[in-house]
């Protein structure tokens, strides 16, 4: 079985919280995600996808393995000459939000119709949140896909 691997580059961000409301205006309901900056990342996972993915439509099981990659924030570095130096107590592991779930979630949605029909295809799951390693790195998510027999 072949295993492919998409890159995407920008800030991962959670999918699966919804907000629901009534337009007073059109007499309407709505639901929308909670968090507006879903889109964006759905929109990057989408477009790399459609760039990096040449393969056919899977349509059986499939293995998914997720790196994804957070920036550090400031106190993970030393001040004035060692500004660009990682602390050694600066943890490698992201342990703080959004989720690792709800961060799959958003991915996983965004690649259906372009790497698989369906995400409950997903049958096998490896995943990890982590820190950038140095300054030169840039956010993001890993992904490697392989079909299952």
Not at 88 to 96: E, G, I, L, R
Not at 118 to 141: A, H
Request: proline residues 8%; aromatic residues 8%; contains cysteine.
């Amino acid at each position: 079985m072949s295993i492919h691997t998409i890159v995407v580059r920008g800030i991962p961000r959670p999918g699966g919280g919804k907000i629901g409301g009534y337009n007073k205006q059109t007499g309407k309901t709505f639901v929308r995600p909670d968090n507006p900056r879903t889109k964006f990342w759905r929109q990057d996972v989408v477009a790399a996808a459609a760039a990096q993915y040449k393969g056919p439509l899977l349509l059986g099981p499939v293995r998914m393995q997720y790196i994804f990659v957070f920036p550090r924030p400031k106190s993970h570095y030393g001040t004035g000459k060692n500004a660009d130096k990682l602390k050694v107590n600066a943890p490698y592991w992201h342990t703080t939000k959004p989720d690792l779930t709800k961060i799959i979630r958003s991915t996983e949605d965004a690649l259906t119709g372009i790497v698989y029909k369906d995400d409950s295809q997903v049958c096998d799951r490896d995943e990890r949140k982590i820190y950038l390693t140095s300054l030169n790195d840039k956010p993001g998510v890993v992904i490697s896909i392989e079909e299952l027999p």
